[in-house]
């Protein structure tokens, strides 16, 4: 799907036909060099590095069926809609206001002319909601994250932390788009720590309202999607403050959600005591209408307090079935995770889509070669393959771990199991800030990989990168959520300890825990035979045993520095150690679903091609991290060097 209506200088002057048929030509042979090429297409055939690899025949049909499984439907019908409709296309030059009426009129023909529905999925069927997701952030990003914003922040938060009649009351008008709405979170002093938000909601018991109130600079809500031009609602999270039944003082019962109106439902008026400015110009997203909301003095009906985990009676009094703020506080924010789940699973969708254009156009573009013979193609040289096929590894590897993620969540979201609750809030911080900090820089990476091509606006790279480049800090800044999943490592690895169970994803701790109280055996250390390398037991207990030994360090090493530091202080010293040990655990994941897939792949040739690009995502995996292994002898140095040739 090219949305960007603009010649491109990469294939000006071919036939899409041609095009397409010079790619195939060009990929068969890279898989097959017997095959002749057709003397129709203009192809040069001296394939160096290809000669010597083994080939596949993969089933081109099978292989794609398993990766997009039961939405290839949905998807198909997004693609139609928007190749039919050439004026909801994304032109490149383009001015920020106008991005922004084409992004809601992008967003109004999908709902309301193409009858895709995603908000009827978003608590009933994610999988197909994130398929959606995937699908239309292809066409723009902005438009992607607007419809987020609309049903994943805004309708999200109204179903997921409201009640029967906060459903009942908004669902039709948030599906159909007539509630436009915003998800009011950040503010200016505050966004990574939101228990700090300054946002107040005031009971008011003679008239049954709260109030809601800004109370300095500070608490302006910043950042707000859909608030600068099109959102009529917004659910804006703010200290709930009650009068003490003596009324001589306050009580504060920490952060929770409210529905406060924001802009009239007819006119469009912002609404009296409501102050809306627009975030400006930003360095991507330009379709997404960003702005900051000041509240002075609004009132809204006891009523519009989302009120699943904390109520407040007609008298002013308190109710909720969790006993502390802190539960409840993290009740409210595990019930935002989809939006986390839904980023980390369109960033490998942006992978997919620049991994893709950087290699077709790595096999066609050709440069130097041997004296007096044809030019090669570029993707004939190590270094070029060095740093296109890892990345393309990477890319089938998340997106099995993010297809893992999505089913989780579904799952969650029908049994709200506690344990899978927990693994669910883990894994999505995890696999978020993996996979979008890794798209970041492979972006950067297939730009560079096309030369100066590359930096031509139609080819996608540039706003690719500026667009997904806020996926690292929006929905949990990712330095942030790694510490979360090395908290919850330390603390599975506490209860571990104390006879606690293991939930399915951390179930691997508590056997690499034991192999890595043990030496690493120096004879397999040597092994470096090609069945041993590409055995996934190998690979996986590398993973393994990686993590376990950071885990098992760093434990030590907090206890240690607590003593003199104090927590906050014995953290801080530990931070980067926390930090690779979050990743090395991701990784261990990424394999571990990876690996899986490649067994259950019904398709022989599929599963031969998924299996290599398995073993490479592995073995460079290690490699990367050589020294770590071989700093305790796993690794011997004979083997390392083959991991690397491999
Ligand atoms: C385009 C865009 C759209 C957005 N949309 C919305 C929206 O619709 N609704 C909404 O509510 N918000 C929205 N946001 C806000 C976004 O969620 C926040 O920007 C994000 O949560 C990060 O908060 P912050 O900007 O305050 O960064 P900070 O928390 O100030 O982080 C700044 C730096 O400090 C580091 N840091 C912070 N704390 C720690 C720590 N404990 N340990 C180590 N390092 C740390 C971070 O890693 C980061 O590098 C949006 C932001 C943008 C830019």
């Given at each position: 799907m090219e949305s960007r209506r603009e010649k491109n200088p990469m294939t000006e002057g071919e036939s899409d036909g041609l095009i397409a048929a010079r790619r195939i030509q060009r990929l068969s042979l890279h898989l097959s060099p017997s095959l002749t090429p057709s003397p129709s297409l203009p192809l040069v055939q001296t394939e160096t590095c290809s000669a010597r690899s083994k080939k596949l025949d993969v089933n081109g049909e099978a292989l794609p069926l398993y990766m997009r499984g039961k939405h290839i439907d949905i998807q198909e019908k997004i693609f139609d809609f928007f190749n039919s409709r050439p004026d909801l296309q994304t032109p490149i030059e383009i001015s920020k206001d106008d991005h922004r009426e084409l992004c809601m009129n992008q967003l109004i023909g999908l709902v309301r002319e193409a009858g895709v529905r995603p908000f009827r999925y978003v608590a009933d069927d994610p999988e197909k909601y994130f398929a959606i997701m995937e699908a239309v952030g292809s066409v723009d990003m902005s438009l992607g994250i607007k419809m987020g914003v609309q049903y994943s922040l805004w309708g999200g938060s109204v179903i997921n932390l409201g009640t029967k009649k906060h459903r009942d009351k908004y669902f039709d008008g948030i599906d159909n788009l007539d509630y436009t709405g915003c998800f009011a979170m950040t503010e200016l002093h505050h966004g990574s720590n939101v228990q700090g938000l300054q946002t107040t909601a005031t009971f008011d018991p003679l008239k049954d309202e709260f109030v809601i109130d800004t109370p300095n600079d500070g608490a302006i809500k910043w950042w707000i999607g859909n608030a600068a031009v099109h959102g009529k609602f917004a659910t804006v999270f703010a200290r709930l403050i009650l009068p003490t039944h003596d009324s001589k003082g306050v009580s504060d019962m920490g952060v929770h959600a409210f529905i406060v109106p924001i802009?009239?439902?007819?006119?469009?008026q912002t609404l009296p005591g409501v102050e809306i400015q627009d975030c400006g110009?930003?360095?991507?997203?330009?379709?997404v209408d960003n702005g900051a909301l000041r509240f002075r003095s609004v009132r809204i009906p006891r009523d519009n307090l989302l009120n699943r985990f904390g109520d407040v009676s007609r008298d002013g009094t308190y109710t909720s079935s969790l006993p502390t703020i802190n539960k409840r506080f993290g009740a409210t924010l595990g019930e935002l995770v989809g939006g986390r789940v839904g980023l980390a699973y369109a960033s490998v969708g942006v992978l997919k889509i620049s991994a893709t254009i950087a290699i077709r156009y790595s096999l066609l573009r050709q440069q130097f070669g041997p004296p007096k013979q044809p030019e090669v193609s570029i993707l004939d040289y190590q270094s070029q393959q060095h740093k296109l096929m890892p990345m393309l590894a990477s890319t089938y590897a998340y997106h099995f771990a993010t297809v893992y993620l999505v089913e989780k969540y579904s799952e969650m979201k029908k049994t709200h199991d506690e344990q899978l609750v927990a693994d669910v809030h883990a894994l999505s911080a995890g696999l978020k800030s993996y996979v979008t900090s890794y798209t970041a820089k492979a972006l950067s990476v297939c730009r560079e990989a096309c030369g100066g091509h590359g930096y031509a606006a139609v080819n996608r790279f540039g706003s690719l990168r500026n667009d997904h480049d806020i996926f690292q800090t929006f929905e949990g800044d990712n330095t942030v959520l790694l510490q979360q999943v090395a908290a919850d490592l330390l603390k599975r690895y506490k209860e571990k300890f104390q006879g606690g169970t293991l939930t399915v994803t951390w179930s691997y701790l508590r056997e690499s825990m034991n192999t890595y109280l043990s030496q690493p055996n120096p004879v397999t250390a040597r092994w470096e035979g090609e069945d041993h390398l590409r055995d996934p037991k190998f690979q996986l207990d590398a993973f393994r045993y990686r993590t376990s030994r950071l885990l098992q360090n760093v434990a030590a090493r907090l206890q240690k520095h607590s003593k003199t530091l104090g927590g906050f202080g014995a953290w801080n010293r530990c931070l980067n150690h926390l930090l690779t040990l979050a990743e090395s655990h991701i990784e261990t994941v990424i394999l571990a679903k990876f690996i899986e897939a490649v067994k259950n792949c019904p398709d022989p040739s599929a599963k031969a091609a998924l299996k290599l690009a398995c073993d490479l995502y592995a073995l460079d995996r290690i490699w990367k991290d050589i020294g770590t292994y071989r700093n305790v002898d796993y690794v011997a140095p004979n083997k390392a060097k083959v991991c690397f040739l491999v």
């Open positions: 802009r009239d439902m007819k006119t469009h110009h930003k360095v991507g997203l330009s379709g």
